[in-house]
C-alpha cells in the first residue's frame, strides 16, 4: 500500500535547527509534488512549505521565509525540510502530503498521501 513515511522532529530551543524527512513507499517521488502541513491544537491545518515536480517552492506562511527550506532527492523518494531558527510559534504537528500534479496546491484536501504526522516542539 502507498504511503509516506516521516522522521525527523522533537524538542529544541529557541533559535535550534531540526530536519523533517518524508520517503514515499510504493510510488516513485518524482512524479509527485509534497507539501508540509503543520496542525496545532485548536486551529485548522495549514500548509507550511511546498515543492512541486519541477522543483519549484513556495511558502505559505511568512514567517518562515528565510529560515524554511525544502528540498527533494528524488534517488532516494526523499523530501526534506530544513528548520533553521525556531520559533515556539513554529510548535505543532507536521504532516508531509503527496499529489501527482505539477504544481502546489494549498488545499490538503486535494492530496492523496499523506505521512503519519511528526511533533515539533520549540520551547526552552
Known amino acids: 500500500q502507498s504511503h509516506l513515511v516521516q522522521s525527523g522532529g522533537g524538542l529544541v530551543q529557541p533559535g535550534g535547527s531540526l530536519k523533517l524527512s518524508c520517503t514515499t513507499s510504493?510510488?516513485?517521488?518524482?512524479?509527485?509534488?509534497i507539501t508540509w502541513f503543520r496542525q496545532v491544537p485548536g486551529e485548522e491545518r495549514e500548509g507550511v512549505s511546498c515543492i512541486s515536480r519541477t522543483n519549484e517552492i513556495t511558502h505559505y506562511m511568512d514567517p518562515v521565509k528565510g529560515r524554511f527550506t525544502m528540498s527533494r532527492d528524488n534517488a532516494k523518494n526523499t523530501v526534506y525540510l530544513q528548520m533553521d531558527s525556531l520559533r515556539p510559534e513554529d510548535t505543532g504537528v507536521y504532516y508531509c502530503?503527496?499529489?501527482?500534479?505539477?504544481?502546489?496546491?494549498?488545499?490538503?484536501?486535494?492530496?492523496?498521501?499523506w505521512g503519519q504526522g511528526t511533533q515539533v516542539t520549540v520551547s526552552s
Open positions: 510504493g510510488f516513485a517521488l518524482d512524479s509527485y509534488t
Open positions: 502530503a503527496a499529489e501527482r500534479v505539477w504544481v502546489c496546491l494549498r488545499d490538503g484536501n486535494e492530496y492523496t498521501y
